[in-house]
């Protein structure tokens, strides 16, 4: 069972008027608005340290993600067998992370 709340169906509610007319006035206080928007539009200024910032955005961007080189380097030295494990700078910097995690 459907339930009819003021004509929400398509058909108006019953006791609704059918030819209901809606006129749209315009009004004088927007035309001064936009008159005084053109006259003075507004303007954004960087600062020089947002300037430097954007700067350093660009250049970040160039920069590949991954030393490609270095990347080459440790699968050489991985597949003959000349790649060395630091446990001691593993543990240190281990235990850097995790002060740094707890600060």
Known sequence: MAIDINGLNGSPASGAQQNTQVTRQERPDRDDRSSKT??????????????????????????PIVDKQRVEQARQNINSGNYQINSDVISSRLVQHELLLSA
């Open 38 to 63: 053109q006259q003075n539009p507004d303007s954004v200024t960087l600062t020089e340290s947002a300037k430097l910032l954007q700067n350093l955005e660009k250049t970040l961007e160039d920069q």
